[in-house]
Nanobody
């Protein structure tokens, strides 16, 4: 059974940093696109970043230059390094595995999801 477990969320002041981790089990994910999404309070879930199998990374515009997605295939783990955090980054963050070909941005292309980890940016 596929399982994704996120960790690393918490409360941080504006300008601070956090590193999220997503440990995957039940399958080897080195041949899959791995993504991070977030759901701000009262809003729909949105794409944040994705890491493809050839090393390509993609980000939503609002996090470019601040967030970095990386993966360690030997550990079946994907990370999201978040720097220069802003209050608008406050959300529940989810990792996911893309199982359907197509846009990295579409939630429906991802079949496996973690339970989410809360990130709160506030002074």
């Amino acid at each position: 059974q596929v399982q994704l477990v996120e960790s690393g969320g918490g409360l941080v002041q504006p300008g601070g940093s956090l590193r999220l981790s997503c440990a995957a089990s039940g399958r080897t994910f080195s041949s899959y696109v791995m993504g991070w999404f977030r759901q701000p309070p009262g809003k729909e879930r949105e794409f944040v970043a994705a890491s493809s199998t050839d090393g390509t990374t993609v980000y939503r515009d609002s996090v470019k230059g601040r967030f970095t997605i990386s993966r360690d295939n030997a550990k079946n783990t994907v990370y999201l390094q978040m720097n220069s955090l802003k209050p608008e980054d406050t959300a529940v963050y989810y990792c996911a595995v893309q199982t359907r070909a197509g846009s990295y941005y579409r939630l429906k292309n991802y079949a496996y999801w973690g339970q989410g980890t809360q990130v709160t940016v506030s002074s």
